[in-house]
């Protein structure tokens, strides 16, 4: 197991093939599966082994339970960091804001990034709320960008530059 983010609560890591099951269970949970894509096993080993791709897992300290997890694509070309897909099982416990701080600050100081965005459905008031709360910037929405067996969806780009971050 290697921590790549340390926060408060949380040891933030590289997930290895034998967290695939606990992945997919978290995306299939069903707090979270009509806001993420749900992916396979062998998708999930495929974005473990990628040179641009980060899965994480989220571990509290505490007992080294695995709370949640995270996809990320870094594109080092154009210094972007993209979290594709975040699912926390432990709601309301401030588990997403602590995690989405301690990937941005990863982003910006270790990878020297120079912007971090996520895409989210508007009918997610959580997410979007904690993106704003965060001081992340409403870029715009993606009319009808994803289909899937509920039909099109909408999704909305929020994002953060390196220098709101610094500032």
Same mark, same amino acid.
């Not at 495929?46 to 897992?57: D, V």
């Not at 990320?72 to 972007?80: E, G």
């Not at 009808?144 to 509920?150: C, G, H, I, L």
């Given at each position: 197991?290697?921590?790549?983010i ?6 933030i890591?590289?997930?290895? /093939?034998q967290d695939?099951?606990?992945?997919? $269970?978290?995306?299939?949970?069903e =707090?979270?599966? %009509?806001f ?5 096993? $062998? /998708?999930?080993l ?12 989220f %571990?509290?300290?505490? #007992? ?7 996809l ?5 070309? +154009? #210094?972007?960091f /993209?979290l594709r ?9 401030g588990?997403?804001? /602590? ?7 990863y982003? +910006?100081?270790?990878l ?5 965005w996520i #895409?989210?459905?508007? $009918?997610?008031?959580i997410?979007i709320?904690?993106y704003?709360?965060?001081g992340m910037?409403? =870029?715009?929405?993606l009319r009808?960008?994803?289909?899937? =067996?509920?039909g099109?969806?909408d ?5 953060i530059?390196?220098?709101e971050?610094?500032?």
């Open positions: 197991m290697k921590v790549l340390t926060t408060k609560r949380l040891n890591c590289l997930a290895e /093939e695939i099951n606990k992945i997919i $269970e978290l995306e299939n949970h =707090d979270n599966k %009509r993420i894509w749900q992916g396979t096993y $062998e /998708e999930h495929a974005e473990i082994n990628s040179k641009s791709s980060l899965l994480l897992t %571990r509290q300290k505490s #007992d080294n339970e695995i709370i949640g997890f995270a990320s694509v870094h594109n080092d070309k +154009f #210094d972007v /993209e897909r975040i699912a926390i099982s432990k709601k309301g416990w588990y997403g804001k /602590e995690t989405i701080l301690g990937i941005i600050k982003s +910006f100081e270790q020297n990034t120079n912007r971090f #895409d989210v459905y508007p $009918e997610n008031k997410g709320s904690l704003k709360s965060i910037h409403l =870029d715009g929405t009808q960008s994803y289909k899937d =067996d509920r099109y969806h999704q909305m780009v929020f994002s530059l390196k220098e971050y610094i500032a």
